[in-house]
């Protein structure tokens, strides 16, 4: 096991499977968590450990790319060391909630079948599983506590700065990119308005593909060759952008009412103050990446210019 | 070059061809495509059970809610009175698939007609924009018709005929008139399209005899906040005894579509509809008769705000419930707003209550 994993092919497979994972949480989370908005928060006592629980992937995500990108042995304790903790912390308080929470709105026996087929059973069973894992995790670091003592050799990678804005550019891509799967489940083949929900949907993909890039470009920002390839697929990624907010716009023109028509159910907390919302930050969002990384690009070109 | 204009001819192909099939003419269909109609043997007979902004999410308890609507739909003389139910727009909002299937198959079960009005948010939800309306065409007591690809907009523009007699002999006594209010226009309320007015006309135009009607439609129009300002004075409850004899309560200011249309005024003149029944706002319980043009007596249009159904997103516990409308031979109806707690007994809401609900006065 220790040793597939020294493969940075099976370790960014693994990124990616948890990623997908985390992306269909992340918004179906989403979803659950607008009727607690339009309840004025009446709910949150009875789901606040349903949506911790969903969150849970991506957080997992995030502390597995941590400490996938953590050279220093005292570093990757402490991430699993904090992982741990705060999954055994997390869970321990959920799962008494949750029992709690649902026997005294719904009742004491029976499934509800509110959320999940199976709720609030699956949900349950679900957190048991990662209290499990977080129990699991602590006895490692109980055990191996000699290695936070391992003295720092090699400096870490990567800047807090770059860990904080993972963070948050992970969450919103994994929103964005669980958007796109989601259409998968209900898009409608025969509605009229499918020339101008095409354009919607796919880009709910793109945050997800240029989160890639800068994770490949960052990688591969020493080799001449992959950076070109790197230019190359920045300025095919802002094309598709621009060409499919083109697209979207011309199908607004051709019909006004095509968000609040076909579009809605992507953008329910938007349409709760009547505009969709979620669309403008995708594309804020993307202005922001693009501007990071080709400011990036630049000063890396610079760089190597200067040096030569 | 060549490369490129295949590239952009590739990515501009299901555009084009998206385009050409959106605007595809609207097919201008006959009035009558739009009407069903239910047969009774006394037209005084008929109920109508109104429930208003169930607003049923992926967190709604639907075991409980369903004993609550049928509590509601019990409280006024029993369900067996019941004629007919209307869902007058917002049953759903970040439901999915298996609350509506839900829904839908328990309100079938009830074997009584059921009329289903759009409202703002019922598309906001796990399922593609046709979902509802595919599960309301296959059901059998469902009178929702929508014709696809017709020249009206909106998902819910139709006509219910009540007739005396039978499907042999019988005669028009009343219709019902349910209107799609829309959505969202902008960053505001729609409002009834003109195509829709227009569609009402030609409904109009097509009948033989002149009957009452109601109306049934989720979002205001522009009529309900100049009667608020005209016949209420902005006093947030009141019952105008002598005057207009007009009712009401308002617990929230009235949230109409962003601009003004003519659909009160084409009422107006065509003179046979006797109310305008909407949701929506939903802590406003109002019976305005409102005569915009300030002519004769019999052409006031009922402004009616129906009791909020239910305990999704905001609500006022002491007007919650559901409304009926009894019909009459003599072309008028009666309104009863019942209120429905959840664990106490239904009890009617009267003139006097709303007035006590607010800080107006009996005049």
Redesign the interface.
């Known amino acids: 096991m220790k040793k597939l994993y020294s493969s940075v092919v099976a370790r960014n497979i693994t990124l990616l499977v948890l990623f997908f994972v985390a992306s269909l949480f992340v918004a179906y989370g989403w979803f659950l968590f607008v009727p607690i908005v339009t309840h004025y928060g009446r709910m949150l006592l009875t789901y606040f450990p349903t949506l911790f629980a969903f969150g849970v992937p991506i957080f997992s995500f995030f502390m597995l790319w941590m400490y996938w990108h953590s050279v220093n042995v005292a570093n990757r304790y402490r991430i699993v060391k904090i992982y741990a903790i705060t999954l055994v912390v997390l869970m321990g308080i959920c799962i008494p909630f949750h029992v709690l929470a649902i026997g005294l709105s719904f009742g004491w026996n029976g499934i509800y079948g509110t959320i999940t087929p199976l709720f609030p059973y699956d949900l349950l069973t679900l957190m048991i599983i990662f209290l499990a894992i977080g129990i699991y995790l602590l006895m490692w670091v109980f055990r191996n506590e000699e290695l936070k003592k391992v003295p720092i050799t090699v400096k870490n990678q990567l800047r807090r700065r770059a860990f904080v804005a993972m963070a948050f550019v992970s969450a919103f891509t994994a929103h964005f990119l669980g958007l796109f799967f989601q259409a998968f489940f209900i898009i409608d083949s025969f509605d009229p308005n499918w020339y101008g929900m095409i354009p919607a949907i796919l880009l709910n993909l793109v945050p997800f593909m240029s989160l890639l890039m800068f994770v490949y470009y960052r990688h591969q920002k020493d080799e001449k060759a992959k950076r070109k390839i790197f230019g190359l697929s920045l300025i095919s990624l802002l094309s598709a952008t621009f060409a499919l907010l083109l697209w979207e716009l011309i199908a607004v023109l051709i019909n006004p009412y095509l968000f609040t028509q076909s579009l809605s159910n992507f953008y329910l907390l938007g349409y709760a103050i009547k505009i969709p919302l979620g669309y403008f930050l995708i594309i804020i969002m993307l202005f922001v990446e693009y501007l990071v990384i080709i400011i990036r690009y630049c000063k890396l070109r610079r760089m190597v210019k200067h040096e030569k | 070059m060549k490369k490129l204009r295949s590239t952009i001819l590739l990515?501009l192909t299901?555009?084009l061809?998206?385009?050409s099939?959106?605007?595809t003419a609207h097919l201008d269909l006959h009035a009558g495509t739009y009407i069903r109609n239910l047969f009774v043997d006394d037209i005084d007979d008929f109920k109508i059970c109104v429930f208003n902004d169930l607003?049923i999410?992926?967190?709604?308890?639907?075991?409980?809610e369903i004993a609550y609507y049928e509590k509601c739909l019990d409280s006024f003389g029993g369900r067996d009175q019941v004629k007919l139910i209307v869902f007058n727009g917002d049953v759903f909002?970040?439901a999915q698939k298996?609350?509506v299937n839900r829904f839908f198959n328990w309100i079938n079960s009830l074997d009584i007609p059921f009329a289903y009005v759009y409202g703002n948010?019922d598309?906001?939800?796990?399922?593609?924009?046709?979902?509802i309306d595919q599960k309301l065409k296959s059901l059998n007591n469902s009178l929702l018709i929508n014709p696809?690809?017709d020249n009206v907009f909106g998902n819910s523009n139709y006509v219910v005929n009540i007739n005396e007699g039978d499907e042999n002999s019988s005669t028009l006594k009343w219709q019902l008139y349910f209107f799609d209010s829309?959505?969202?226009?902008g960053?505001?309320?729609?409002i009834v399209h003109e195509d829709q007015i227009a569609w009402y006309e030609k409904q109009q135009a097509n009948l033989i005899n002149p009957v009452p009607s109601l109306t049934f439609m989720h979002i205001p129009t522009e009529e309900f906040r100049e009667a608020y300002d005209i016949i209420g004075n902005n006093v947030n409850s009141g019952y105008d005894l002598s005057g207009t004899g007009s009712s009401w309560y308002m617990g929230e200011s009235i949230s109409h579509g962003y601009q003004a249309n003519d659909l009160y005024e084409t009422m107006q003149d065509f003179g046979n509809n006797k109310a305008i029944i909407v949701a929506h706002d939903h802590v406003n319980v109002t019976d305005w008769h409102y005569d915009k043009d300030g002519g004769s007596d019999d052409n006031v249009i009922h402004l009616i705000f129906g009791m909020k159904t239910g305990r999704?997103?905001?609500h006022d516990k002491r007007i919650m419930g559901a409304s009926f409308y009894t019909l009459n031979d003599s072309d008028d109806f009666d309104i009863n707003w019942i209120n429905v707690p959840y664990n106490a007994d239904p009890y009617e809401i009267t003139p006097t209550d709303l007035v006590a609900l607010g800080k107006g006065a009996i005049s």
């Open positions: 990515i299901p555009f061809i998206g385009c099939n959106n605007t607003h999410s992926v967190l709604t308890n639907l075991s409980e909002q970040g298996s609350q948010h598309l906001q939800g796990a399922y593609h924009s046709n979902y696809l690809n829309n959505t969202f226009s960053v505001s309320y729609d999704g997103i905001y």
